[in-house]
C-alpha cells in the first residue's frame, strides 16, 4: 500500500517538474502578490521629503526646524530665502512647502508685543503624503508652544506604529498569501488532475489496477503538501529578504496549514465531480477562490470591512486559514491561533468527508 | 477448466449472455459500436457493478474478489492514456509500481517493440505507439488474462498490424486474451474463438472457420468483364447469380463447382478478363446475419507471413 503511494507520488512529482509553467506559476504567483503589494505599502513607512523656506532665518527658526527634523520622519530640504516660491513649486513639482515667516524669532522674545507668529504650510490636501508632513509639523508647533507658555518640555513627541512591536502591513499581508498559496495550489491542482485523468481515461486505467481509492487520493494529498510547504518556502524568503519581515511557522501554522490544504483539496475535488470538462471545472474553481481571496481579509484587515460583507467573510474558510496564520506567525496570539485552527479543521472534515462521498471512483 | 468465466449480464447494454473463455486461447467479442462489447468486458475487469447474473474470473467472483482478480489480470481500456509527461519506461514502471510484483521495464518494452522510444515523453508517441505503451503495461504485472478494448481503433493499417503483432506474441507465452473489436478482420486473424454480439446478444459464436461455414454464404467466384457469349453461357447455368458492374459472381456450392465455372467458361468460347475466388469474411457473416454493415471496414488485405524467397546461386 505505502508502496503503490510512493509510486504514486512520484509520478506527479516528475510531471510537476517537467511542467515548467506549471512550476513557475505556483510559485511566481503569491511571489508576485508579496512584491507588488509589499511596494504599494511599505511607502508609508518611509520618510517624507519636506521642502522649507526659512525667511526668518534666526536661532530660533533653526531650533524649530531641528526639532521637526528630529522626529526622523522628515527629511529637510531648504529653499533659498530669495526664490520665488510659486515658481519654485511649480518647477519642481512640489507637494508640500513650509514657508517660516521672518516675524518668527520674534514670537520667542519674551515681553514683546507681538507674540504670535504663523508658519505657513503650502500643501496638497489630495496627497496622503503632505497631510502627514502637516501633522508633523504641527506636532513640533504644539511642542513649542508648550515649552514657551511653561518654559519645560512637558509633553514629547515620538513616532510609533499601532502595533508595539512595529507590525506594518506586509507582515499582516504574507499570512494571508500563504493561506491564498494553500488555497489555489490545492484548489486547481486537484480540480485539473481529477478533470483530466478522468476525461483521458488515465483513471479508467488505475482503476483497473489494485491501487484504491484512498491511495491515490493520499499520493495526491501529500504531494499537495509538498508543493505547498516549498510555496510557503519561497514566500518566507523573500518576505524576508526584501522586507525583512519576522515570522517562523509554529506548530498551529503547520497544522493549519495542513489541514487547509486537505479542506481545499476536497473542495476541488467536489468541483470536479460535478463540473466534468476540465476548462469548465477551472472557472469554477475560479469563481469560487476569486471571491474568498477578497472577501476573506487578505489583502485588508476585516476590521476594514462594512458589517454585513464582515458577516460573509465570518463563513468562508479562507479567512479562519488566513486568522490562524497571522495570530500565529505574526501576533504569536496562540489562543486565538488555536481557535481559528480548530474551525479550520472542522471545515476540513465536512468537506474531505463529502469529497469522498461526491468523487465516484467506479464508473456506473 | 481453470480459466472459466461466465456472464449472465442483464443490463440495457448487455442482455442475459453467457459465455466460456479457455485457458491459452484468444476470445474476441465482436460487433459494432454500442453492442455491449465494452461493458461486457468492463464487468469481467471489475470496473462495473452488473444488474445480475453471475461472473467468475479466473473461478473467482467479480462482485466479492475483485481486489484478487485485479492482481491477476491486465486491461488496455478504450482510449487508453498514460501520463503524458513521463517517458515510456517510466509510465510502465509507474504501472509495474501499483502491483505487488511486476515485470522488468526493459523487457516489456523489447516485447512490443518500443526499444527507440523508451526515454521518449508519452505525449510525443503517436497512436499506434500509445496502444503499444498500453499492450505493453497490460502484460506488467505478468496477468494470466489480458483484455484488450479496441486496441486498434483510430489506427491506420500499418500501425494496426503492429499492435496485431504484439498480440499474437501474447499467445506465445500462454496468456489468455479477451479481444473486443468492430474490425472483422481484426477478429478473424487474431482470435480462436469469436462472438459476434449485437444489440447485448449474441448472434454467432464459434471459431471464426466455424461461424463462417454455419452463417457465411460459402466461397464466391468473381468473373470481370465477361462478353455477351460468356454472360449467356453462365447465366444459364447459373440463374441466381449477381450481375455487378461487368462482373458476375457466383457462390460456389461445393468442391466441384469451381471446376464447373471454367469449364463452362471454356466452353462457351466467350472473352473475360479474370476469375477471382473469394473466400467469405465474418463480415459477410454479420451482413448476412443483421442486414447491415459494420463500420470500420477494412478495407486493406490482410497479408499472410511472407513467403520464404528461394535462395539462389550456391546450394
Given at each position: 500500500m505505502a508502496n503503490r503511494i510512493i509510486v504514486a507520488l512520484k509520478g506527479e512529482a516528475k510531471g510537476f517538474y517537467r511542467n515548467k509553467s506549471t512550476m513557475f506559476w505556483t510559485v511566481a504567483f503569491p511571489l508576485l502578490l508579496i512584491l507588488l503589494f509589499g511596494a504599494i505599502f511599505s511607502a508609508s513607512g518611509g520618510t517624507y521629503d519636506l521642502y522649507v523656506q526659512d525667511l526668518s532665518d534666526s536661532q530660533a527658526s533653526h531650533q524649530f526646524l531641528e526639532a521637526v527634523n528630529l522626529t526622523g520622519s522628515v527629511n529637510l530640504k531648504y529653499i533659498d530665502r530669495q526664490a520665488n516660491l510659486d515658481q519654485y513649486i511649480k518647477d519642481n513639482s512640489l507637494s508640500a512647502v513650509l514657508v517660516v515667516p521672518t516675524n518668527f524669532q520674534m514670537a520667542f522674545v519674551p515681553g514683546a508685543g507681538n507674540n504670535t507668529t504663523q508658519l505657513t504650510m503650502r500643501m496638497d490636501p489630495s496627497q496622503s503624503s503632505s497631510n502627514v508632513v502637516f501633522s508633523i509639523v504641527s506636532a513640533v508647533a504644539n511642542q513649542a508652544n508648550l515649552a514657551l507658555a511653561q518654559?519645560?518640555?512637558?509633553i514629547t513627541m515620538g513616532r510609533a506604529d499601532i502595533t508595539s512591536a512595529g507590525f506594518n502591513y506586509i507582515d499582516f499581508f504574507i499570512p494571508g498569501v500563504i493561506a491564498l498559496t494553500t488555497m489555489t495550489t490545492t484548489i486547481f491542482w486537484m480540480v485539473s488532475v481529477m478533470t483530466r485523468y478522468r476525461n483521458n481515461g488515465i483513471f479508467k486505467k488505475l482503476t483497473t489496477?489494485?491501487?484504491?481509492r484512498m491511495e491515490w487520493l493520499t499520493s495526491q494529498i501529500l504531494w499537495q503538501l509538498f508543493v505547498v510547504f516549498l510555496s510557503i518556502a519561497v514566500i518566507m524568503v523573500v518576505g524576508m529578504l526584501a522586507f525583512n519581515t519576522h515570522m517562523s511557522l509554529t506548530p498551529v501554522a503547520i497544522i493549519t496549514i495542513v489541514l487547509s490544504s486537505a479542506l481545499f483539496s476536497s473542495m476541488g475535488m467536489i468541483i470536479a465531480r460535478f463540473i466534468k470538462e476540465e476548462e469548465a471545472a477551472s472557472a469554477a474553481a475560479n469563481a469560487i477562490t476569486f471571491p474568498m481571496m477578497f472577501l476573506a481579509g487578505i489583502f485588508f484587515p476585516l476590521s476594514m470591512f462594512p458589517s454585513w460583507l464582515a458577516a460573509v467573510a465570518n463563513v468562508l474558510p479562507l479567512t479562519y486559514v488566513g486568522n490562524a496564520l497571522r495570530d500565529s506567525m505574526v501576533y504569536d496570539n496562540i489562543a486565538s491561533a488555536t481557535n481559528n485552527m480548530l474551525v479550520v479543521a472542522g471545515f476540513t472534515v465536512v468537506l474531505f468527508i463529502a469529497g469522498i462521498l461526491f468523487s465516484k471512483w467506479k464508473t456506473e | 477448466m481453470r480459466d472459466l468465466f461466465k456472464t449472465y449480464g442483464n443490463l440495457k447494454a448487455v442482455d442475459r449472455i453467457s459465455f466460456d473463455v479457455n485457458a491459452g486461447e484468444v476470445f474476441s467479442l465482436l460487433g459494432p459500436n454500442g453492442a455491449g462489447k465494452t461493458t461486457t468486458v468492463e464487468i469481467l475487469e471489475c470496473l462495473r457493478p452488473l444488474t445480475s447474473g453471475e461472473v467468475k474470473v479466473l473461478g473467482m467472483d467479480v462482485n466479492r474478489d475483485a481486489n484478487k482478480i485485479k492482481r491477476r489480470i491486465g486491461v488496455l481500456p478504450q482510449d487508453f492514456n498514460a501520463f503524458d509527461l513521463l517517458t515510456v519506461k517510466e509510465n510502465i514502471e509507474f504501472f509495474g509500481g501499483m502491483y505487488d510484483k511486476s515485470i522488468d521495464a526493459d523487457e516489456l518494452i523489447d516485447a512490443v517493440d518500443l526499444r527507440e522510444k523508451r526515454?521518449?515523453?508519452?505525449?510525443?508517441?503517436s497512436g499506434g505507439l500509445k496502444q503499444r505503451v498500453g499492450v505493453a503495461i497490460s502484460m506488467v504485472n505478468d496477468p494470466e488474462i489480458v483484455f484488450l478494448d479496441e486496441p486498434t481503433t483510430g489506427l491506420d493499417p500499418k500501425a494496426r498490424r503492429d499492435v496485431w503483432g504484439v498480440i499474437r506474441s501474447m499467445k506465445t507465452k500462454d496468456k489468455t486474451v479477451v479481444l473486443t473489436t468492430h474490425y472483422m478482420e481484426e477478429a478473424e486473424v487474431l482470435s480462436d474463438r469469436v462472438g459476434i454480439i449485437d444489440h447485448g446478444k449474441f448472434i454467432a459464436f464459434g471459431t471464426p472457420k466455424e461461424i463462417i461455414d454455419k452463417h457465411g454464404s460459402g466461397s464466391r467466384c468473381i468473373i470481370s468483364n465477361c462478353d455477351d457469349r460468356c454472360l449467356a453461357a453462365l447465366q444459364g447455368q447459373w440463374p441466381s447469380a449477381e450481375k455487378n458492374n461487368g462482373e458476375i459472381i457466383i457462390r460456389l456450392e461445393s468442391k466441384n463447382s469451381l471446376p464447373e465455372v471454367i469449364y463452362t467458361l471454356d466452353r462457351s468460347g466467350g472473352n473475360y478478363e479474370q476469375i477471382q475466388v473469394t473466400r467469405p469474411t465474418l463480415e459477410d457473416v454479420f451482413l448476412s446475419l443483421t442486414g447491415k454493415k459494420l463500420v470500420g471496414v477494412e478495407t486493406e488485405p490482410v497479408r499472410g507471413k511472407k513467403k520464404k524467397k528461394g535462395r539462389r546461386g550456391v546450394d
Amino acid at each position: 500500500m505505502a508502496n503503490r503511494i510512493i509510486v504514486a507520488l512520484k509520478g506527479e512529482a516528475k510531471g510537476f517538474y517537467r511542467n515548467k509553467s506549471t512550476m513557475f506559476w505556483t510559485v511566481a504567483f503569491p511571489l508576485l502578490l508579496i512584491l507588488l503589494f509589499g511596494a504599494i505599502f511599505s511607502a508609508s513607512g518611509g520618510t517624507y521629503d519636506l521642502y522649507v523656506q526659512d525667511l526668518s532665518d534666526s536661532q530660533a527658526s533653526h531650533q524649530f526646524l531641528e526639532a521637526v527634523n528630529l522626529t526622523g520622519s522628515v527629511n529637510l530640504k531648504y529653499i533659498d530665502r530669495q526664490a520665488n516660491l510659486d515658481q519654485y513649486i511649480k518647477d519642481n513639482s512640489l507637494s508640500a512647502v513650509l514657508v517660516v515667516p521672518t516675524n518668527f524669532q520674534m514670537a520667542f522674545v519674551p515681553g514683546a508685543g507681538n507674540n504670535t507668529t504663523q508658519l505657513t504650510m503650502r500643501m496638497d490636501p489630495s496627497q496622503s503624503s503632505s497631510n502627514v508632513v502637516f501633522s508633523i509639523v504641527s506636532a513640533v508647533a504644539n511642542q513649542a508652544n508648550l515649552a514657551l507658555a511653561q518654559g519645560s518640555n512637558v509633553i514629547t513627541m515620538g513616532r510609533a506604529d499601532i502595533t508595539s512591536a512595529g507590525f506594518n502591513y506586509i507582515d499582516f499581508f504574507i499570512p494571508g498569501v500563504i493561506a491564498l498559496t494553500t488555497m489555489t495550489t490545492t484548489i486547481f491542482w486537484m480540480v485539473s488532475v481529477m478533470t483530466r485523468y478522468r476525461n483521458n481515461g488515465i483513471f479508467k486505467k488505475l482503476t483497473t489496477t489494485p491501487i484504491t481509492r484512498m491511495e491515490w487520493l493520499t499520493s495526491q494529498i501529500l504531494w499537495q503538501l509538498f508543493v505547498v510547504f516549498l510555496s510557503i518556502a519561497v514566500i518566507m524568503v523573500v518576505g524576508m529578504l526584501a522586507f525583512n519581515t519576522h515570522m517562523s511557522l509554529t506548530p498551529v501554522a503547520i497544522i493549519t496549514i495542513v489541514l487547509s490544504s486537505a479542506l481545499f483539496s476536497s473542495m476541488g475535488m467536489i468541483i470536479a465531480r460535478f463540473i466534468k470538462e476540465e476548462e469548465a471545472a477551472s472557472a469554477a474553481a475560479n469563481a469560487i477562490t476569486f471571491p474568498m481571496m477578497f472577501l476573506a481579509g487578505i489583502f485588508f484587515p476585516l476590521s476594514m470591512f462594512p458589517s454585513w460583507l464582515a458577516a460573509v467573510a465570518n463563513v468562508l474558510p479562507l479567512t479562519y486559514v488566513g486568522n490562524a496564520l497571522r495570530d500565529s506567525m505574526v501576533y504569536d496570539n496562540i489562543a486565538s491561533a488555536t481557535n481559528n485552527m480548530l474551525v479550520v479543521a472542522g471545515f476540513t472534515v465536512v468537506l474531505f468527508i463529502a469529497g469522498i462521498l461526491f468523487s465516484k471512483w467506479k464508473t456506473e | 477448466m481453470r480459466d472459466l468465466f461466465k456472464t449472465y449480464g442483464n443490463l440495457k447494454a448487455v442482455d442475459r449472455i453467457s459465455f466460456d473463455v479457455n485457458a491459452g486461447e484468444v476470445f474476441s467479442l465482436l460487433g459494432p459500436n454500442g453492442a455491449g462489447k465494452t461493458t461486457t468486458v468492463e464487468i469481467l475487469e471489475c470496473l462495473r457493478p452488473l444488474t445480475s447474473g453471475e461472473v467468475k474470473v479466473l473461478g473467482m467472483d467479480v462482485n466479492r474478489d475483485a481486489n484478487k482478480i485485479k492482481r491477476r489480470i491486465g486491461v488496455l481500456p478504450q482510449d487508453f492514456n498514460a501520463f503524458d509527461l513521463l517517458t515510456v519506461k517510466e509510465n510502465i514502471e509507474f504501472f509495474g509500481g501499483m502491483y505487488d510484483k511486476s515485470i522488468d521495464a526493459d523487457e516489456l518494452i523489447d516485447a512490443v517493440d518500443l526499444r527507440e522510444k523508451r526515454d521518449e515523453y508519452f505525449k510525443n508517441l503517436s497512436g499506434g505507439l500509445k496502444q503499444r505503451v498500453g499492450v505493453a503495461i497490460s502484460m506488467v504485472n505478468d496477468p494470466e488474462i489480458v483484455f484488450l478494448d479496441e486496441p486498434t481503433t483510430g489506427l491506420d493499417p500499418k500501425a494496426r498490424r503492429d499492435v496485431w503483432g504484439v498480440i499474437r506474441s501474447m499467445k506465445t507465452k500462454d496468456k489468455t486474451v479477451v479481444l473486443t473489436t468492430h474490425y472483422m478482420e481484426e477478429a478473424e486473424v487474431l482470435s480462436d474463438r469469436v462472438g459476434i454480439i449485437d444489440h447485448g446478444k449474441f448472434i454467432a459464436f464459434g471459431t471464426p472457420k466455424e461461424i463462417i461455414d454455419k452463417h457465411g454464404s460459402g466461397s464466391r467466384c468473381i468473373i470481370s468483364n465477361c462478353d455477351d457469349r460468356c454472360l449467356a453461357a453462365l447465366q444459364g447455368q447459373w440463374p441466381s447469380a449477381e450481375k455487378n458492374n461487368g462482373e458476375i459472381i457466383i457462390r460456389l456450392e461445393s468442391k466441384n463447382s469451381l471446376p464447373e465455372v471454367i469449364y463452362t467458361l471454356d466452353r462457351s468460347g466467350g472473352n473475360y478478363e479474370q476469375i477471382q475466388v473469394t473466400r467469405p469474411t465474418l463480415e459477410d457473416v454479420f451482413l448476412s446475419l443483421t442486414g447491415k454493415k459494420l463500420v470500420g471496414v477494412e478495407t486493406e488485405p490482410v497479408r499472410g507471413k511472407k513467403k520464404k524467397k528461394g535462395r539462389r546461386g550456391v546450394d
